[in-house]
């Protein structure tokens, strides 16, 4: 035995006889992801233990550490309430024109979250549009729109995605004859829908509720558009206000929250999978009678609220704007080739990324590839700013051929959207019959044989579907795009954020309209890759 085989194998009690190669491989993969975020010590261990403890301890921090945990938490629970059953009606029940309800629902994931809040403001707002279209009925007051209740409202509306693309994965792949084997045993479909269907697809929607936790609680854009005291907006105006000191405590304070996030999503999740000759056929689709038509109601209402309000906005702005006045905002054709670019080749990175943390943490059951595998969890959790920030600082310091240039710009993509494609991956590769693998290593393939003829080609579209994800959410970026991005490198999302800021908004509807564009064709690739009779 080697000297590196022992050394593993004393790291986990010598349970699980783990491969030196693809342990070392993710070792390193993991470690260089939050190898970046050691910057939040550095600065955290520099300030005084007195000052320290006044500042975690004070009635503003204690605020920022329950409106933060009040969003996440009204964010996933939505955000469920909503993904679950509408991936449950578009696989499951025979609902009309399920395919293209299919597209649609998943949709509101290609609109950046900072969009969609600033439309909903426009929009519902004390002053905005719809308040304009009441007023002559005799109302003049709408509901708030700012504070915690709009934050999770825009928020879940852009997130619960995540939720519905993985338990929808679930359902597809889902072996339906083990509900007939329920049905037989007398149990109504309620019953075999608890007992049968939720314990296979727990995993799917812990891992997607995972997601849109840690989106929620990093997100920048929204809660500063909402008025929201919570940890992304703190940590951005400590920033600008050269408070590095309580910044950093609070991203720690953060990590903290991400590292009881991911530690509860771990204890709902597990490896278990339904694998069967007909797993994924839908054959035996749910009737839902006279509630056939009115179902259609539940997709409808959510998808319009998500995708109709942004874009009554964006044609409004574009309708009234005086266009031509401000040459040096007009919008050209190279930012869309620079987003386009980065967001591929970022895609391209964290795909094969993930492909070793992913396969490692799905073939092996064991501690060290359950750490590695949530380490990649932790730069989707840290706020943009607070990454780009950290880069900065190493690459300032220690790589200044590095700083403001393309591959610091994708590196940062990769560490903040690995998680994305590992998912996904872990998924694919969790589906894989293992009998298939063993057939093929009796057949004198060697573990990588075997992988690159049997697991791979079976993996495939789960590893496109993860790719692309990575691609969409990298077009969508901002605080990374804003810092780090190499000087006179305009994107897309530098394009709208320069219009918004300046309150010329006429400027961000053409950029806007080609991101939902592009990321909705991403969107599609996605879907794409779900084959079968479901597929696109």
Known sequence: MSRIQRLIDRATDGDDRLPPGLTLLSAAIA???????????????????????????????????????????????????????????????????????????????????????????????????????????????????????????????????????????????????????????????????????????????????????????????????????????????????????????????????????????????????????????????VNLGRWRWPATLAPASVAATALLVPLWILLLWLVRSDAGRRPSMAFEPVQVLNSLSVSLAAAVVAALAALPIAYFAATHDSPLATLFERATYVGFAVPGIVLALALVYFGSGYLPRLYQTLPLLVFAYVVRFLPQAVGSTRTSILGVDPRLVEAGRTLGESSMGAFRRVTFPLTRSGIVAGAALVFLTTMKELPVTLILRPSGFETIVTQIWRAQETALYQYAVVPTLILLVISGLSMVVILAQEGGEEGL
């Open 31 to 285: 470690a260089t992801l939050v190898f970046p975020l050691a910057w939040l010590v550095i600065e955290a261990v520099t300030v005084d233990p007195a000052r320290a403890r006044e500042l975690l301890l004070s009635r503003g921090t204690a605020e920022v550490l329950l409106n933060s945990l009040l969003l996440m938490a009204g964010v996933t629970a939505l955000s469920i309430l909503l993904g679950v059953p509408l991936a449950y009606l578009t696989v499951r029940t025979d609902l009309p024109f399920r395919r293209f309800w299919s597209v649609v629902v998943a949709l509101p994931l290609v609109v950046p979250s900072y969009v969609g809040a600033f439309a909903f403001v426009s929009a519902f707002g004390p002053r905005g549009e719809f308040h304009d279209l009441l007023a002559p009925l005799g109302i003049e007051r709408i509901p708030e729109i700012y504070g915690l209740p709009g934050s999770i409202l825009v928020i879940t509306l852009y997130t619960y995605p995540y939720v519905y693309l993985s338990t929808r994965a679930a359902l597809l792949s889902f072996d339906t004859r083990l509900i007939e084997a329920a049905r037989t045993l007398n149990h109504g479909r309620v019953e075999a829908f608890r007992r049968v269907t939720l314990p296979v697809i727990r995993p799917a929607v812990a891992a997607g509720s995972l997601l849109a936790a840690l989106y929620a609680v990093s997100d920048f854009g929204t809660p500063s558009i909402m008025r929201l005291s919570v940890f992304t907006r703190q940590i951005y105006v400590e920033y600008n206000t050269f408070g590095s000191d309580y910044a950093a405590l609070l991203s720690l304070q953060l990590l903290g929250v991400v590292l009881v996030v991911l530690a509860l999503e771990w204890l709902v999740r597990s490896n278990r999978s339904a694998h069967g000759d007909d797993a994924g056929t839908t054959r035996d689709l």
